[in-house]
């Protein structure tokens, strides 16, 4: 199609699209905003389009009290309003590529018909993985991903009076539900194969995760997995047994593992499919096929900063996808830039979120060989001034690239302000920025919201700083821990209440006097509480002719790293 | 200097920082950092070094509660930790450039001293403006800039039994002070010359703050300028008369007019001085002097945006600007970006933050001849998803270039999430990005922290279809309302509730099946309540061959025009 819908066109190009939760409701819209002529029709298998699935934990947990809230847009709105004819309840069961036609089943009414396209959007989305375990089909055994689900979910919880709830997976949605769940008296134990919850985080950001849900009292059974379901004796009852052994009973069962793309109709269409098992399209959302595209959880998209392939289901990314098939379907050649997986979660008070790529990946590239050098600092700090009241923690790991500088990715827990932190790198990071960008930004300061160095700033600062030379890091994973000096420069008593074993404890104000005390033939290993007394103490020994590194993040980082050894064994 | 300072150098370079806040501190530290051989010495002629001046007005709002908060680092802190002379209530007289020496007066002996210099960084700051009107040295007139200043605002409060008091000026400190009196059971009014609070924003973002301070019980007298103070009958009352007759009885006036560069001693030195009455610096932070920098509220800088001088007494550049002194003066060629001036301020439930330029410095270039071609989108919205609790009303105007699209300023009024979407702004202003670049940014989307198109986004894409071509847009001031069609596209019930003269009314879900009604040779301005639902109707008209703009901010844009035309007569 070569209208540039600028203008409307003479033909009246028939566009149907499959799916209508976010990719294919943004795309529809668009195409409308876009072409006046455009028969658009969207077929949607549920009884809901433009449904707000991301409010459906809150709406279990009754913080979304009304159910009608979540829907964004009705069948109606989008007739009145966009002239778009939204058919739910019609499922599509083939695409015939060679004809331009696709197989529809009204589930109202069991009739089946064909409809013929112009241009095809591939918009179902995922749906949320059920392993084939003994025992999967009880009832009480959930998934979350319509507003139907969440509204059997609530029913059993009203009818059966749930009191205890085992969740199978700890990332986005497990976490949520563990909130609300909690929030509505039941007792929750997540059971997570990884060793840690939020597995698109690195496993230093996850402790605090972890400590902070067994502060709310949610039971964490890390590295485990589930390996049946049996009805327990109470009937409503389940017991759920672990390939570790344990045995739990719970009342209700979460199945939160993930998603996968609903690629079932693709496949046999005989489009192309990608190595991460979502549909390949090119960078204008077109699939192999010229007449196709494809948007949201059902398409595998490319990594900005790695430019692999990854899925991500998340509805930001859906929604631009969106946009930009409808754009290029009417002949605007518009790209989309990829995806950074910007993220976020909050769970009970804390709020957890991430851009760009983490460690983890970076060190699996590394092992495929197509490897970017990076290095990593930690930031512990405040979300604003600590002169002001009610000022929150707030850890930042930063993660850049030793070669040039570039940020490859951050992640932040902590409470208020964590949102903010980084959508501002992710800005950064859309524009190629480096971490000399983020030394020098300048962000709001008024001491509610920040300080005259923002943590942004100072995050951007010990990195540069890294990379100059100037103040070069350790981590305690990696270092010569045995080999070096393991220098201490917080003051005795804060030694005292614990500290590095070997460490020995000169107090950042009198080291300077006491750098006879040090072998200056050895590498010293300098940590404080939380990085920036050490900072100074480095400057200081490398000022000095000593060899000194700062180790990232201090002893709040020693404290992480111990329970995760603690945690794997 | 040439030591570039990574390693340390053999000479002792003799370092005078004169003025020991936010720029001389930061300069300070970071040379210490630079360089363990420096001999670095701060003269302040104030008892403090390093204060949280931003903390004031909430020390005297009791909101920060002890004094001691408020002393960032002490003089036994540099001296320690830094190795740095601190000499408070050290008053410096002159600067002799010719021998590189500076006399001082310790105000505490009487002693006067001279210190010679390799390098000098002056950093006074700048002096609350104190205008010669009849009655100013009155007691119970205060200004608010150190901590004495806001110890003495606090005794009298507690001696007098303050009730009623005047603010002269409605800037940032103006606005502070205001809330922390109205907290304190005072009652407020505000005298401000110009017809707007908040100069640093346009007319039509302050209307809001304007609304909501007069709903918080403050009186605002705008257009408006104190001529005298003059004792009133009880001794302690001070009777403030203004220039347009009117007159105000208060317990206590706060002048919060603005500061003035702390420039005497560059002047009489012979430093050059900028058109903007701040000292002269290149882009490494060095006077016409080469061996004297200068940093923080004395200096004026570039604007990042315009490249014109400014004055920016802001804690955050003076920070940054201090670090990069030190580089400098131990050899390290860096450069000052300019300053974007973002800013940020709250008062009571409202967050007001701007950066980059604003519309009316842009109309100033205009006629200066110097102009940068630009227009204006406004988004009404919410800080996050509406169907998830507590959601917080947002205005946002986004100013972009109409050349290329780049980003030239935002402003940003409303609850929760303001300074966010400020700071994404800022960072995209930093590294030159456009429009489309806010178009396409990806950032945190849960419904607790925004929408799977962030505000930002959505004014991105307001932006990118009006300079597409798409959605052109027209403003209340400037558009031809007499000779254009008045479209409201809102529902019945809201046109009937109020509307502008002469638009008639047709609704959006109406306007396919009545383009009959429209006479097609005159221009449609098309609006509804804040411009989405208008927008989706200009694109419809304009696909059926009907000439339509776009009411930026509809309705609510209306409401604000109106009230700044009101204000003004």
């Known amino acids: 199609m070569n209208d540039n819908g600028k203008q409307g066109d003479s033909g009246k190009p028939r566009i149907l699209i499959i799916g209508g939760v976010a990719g294919g409701a943004s795309c529809a819209t668009r195409l409308r905003r876009l072409s006046e002529s455009a028969e658009i029709t969207i077929f949607e298998r549920g009884p809901y ?83 084939p ?84 009292g949610v039971t964490l059974a890390l590295g485990d997995a589930v390996s049946s379901f049996t009805e327990g004796p109470g009937g409503n009852i389940i017991e759920v047994a672990t390939k570790s052994g344990h045995k739990y009973t719970a009342d209700m069962v979460i199945l939160a593992i993930g998603v996968r793309p609903e690629i079932g109709l693709a496949r046999e269409a005989g489009l192309e499919i990608g190595e991460r ?18 948007v949201g959880d059902a398409v595998e998209v490319q990594d900005f900063i790695t430019g692999s392939w990854i899925n991500v289901p998340l509805a930001g990314p859906a929604n631009r996808e969106g946009r930009i098939a409808a754009d290029n379907i009417l002949g605007r050649k518009v790209k989309f ?45 405040r979300h604003h001034v600590e002169y002001y009241p009610n000022s929150t923690p707030m850890t930042i790991k930063l993660i850049f690239s030793t070669t040039d500088g570039r940020i490859l990715g951050a992640q932040a827990v902590g409470g208020e302000g964590v949102d903010k932190r980084i959508d501002v790198i992710s800005m950064a990071i859309q524009r190629n920025s480096t971490v000399f960008d983020l030394e020098q930004c300048e962000l709001c300061y008024a001491p509610q919201f920040g300080a005259a160095k ?7 600062m010990i990195a540069a700083n890294a990379l100059r030379g100037d103040a070069p890091v350790a981590h305690w994973e990696n270092a010569d821990l045995d080999g070096s000096i393991i220098l201490d420069v917080r003051e005795p008593g804060e030694f005292d209440t614990g500290h590095v074993p070997r460490a020995i404890n ?22 404080c509480a939380v990085g920036q007394r050490s900072y100074y103490a480095s400057r200081l020994l490398l000022q000095h002719g000593i060899q000194a590194k700062n180790i990232s993040g201090g002893f709040s980082c020693y404290a992480v790293w111990k329970q995760i050894q603690s945690d794997s064994h």
Request: proline share 5%.
């Open 133 to 216: 375990l003994p025992g999967i089909e009880l009832p009480g055994i959930f998934t979350l991903r319509t507003i139907p689900d969440s509204r059997q979910i609530r029913e059993w919880i009203a009818q059966r009076g749930v009191e205890r709830a085992l969740i199978v997976g700890g990332g986005f949605i497990g976490l949520e539900m563990a909130e609300n769940l909690v929030k509505r008296g039941v007792s929750v134990t997540i059971v997570e194969m990884l060793s840690q919850v939020m597995p698109t985080l690195d496993a230093d950001m996850a402790v605090p995760i972890h400590n902070h849900l067994i502060a709310n």
């Open 337 to 381: 830039r990829g995806v950074q997986a910007t993220a976020i979660c909050q769970v009970f008070d804390m709020t957890i979120a991430s851009t760009g790529t983490s460690e983890k990946v970076l060190k699996r590239s590394l092992k495929s060989g197509q490897s970017i050098p990076y290095e990593k600092v930690f930031l512990h700090t």
């Open 506 to 527: 000169i107090p950042l104000g009198e080291l300077r006097g006491r750098l006879g005390e040090l072998d200056r033939n050895r590498q010293v290993l300098v940590y």
């Open 454 to 460: 923002d943590p942004v700033n100072i995050a951007g």
């Open 49 to 131: 389009v433009s449904f707000a699935n991301c409010g459906l934990p809150y709406y279990v947990g009754d913080v979304i009290a009304d159910e009608k809230k979540l829907l964004v847009a009705t069948p109606g709105l989008f007739r009145k309003r966009f002239n778009i004819d939204v058919r739910t309840q019609n499922e599509v069961l083939s695409i015939d590529r060679h004809s331009q036609e696709i197989t529809i089943k009204n589930r109202k009414t069991g009739a089946v018909y064909n409809e013929g396209y112009d241009a095809l959007v591939f918009s179902p989305g995922s749906s949320p993985i059920r392993p």
């Open 277 to 294: 098992g979502g549909v390949r399209v090119d960078e204008h959302m077109r699939t192999s096929d010229q007449h196709i595209w494809a």
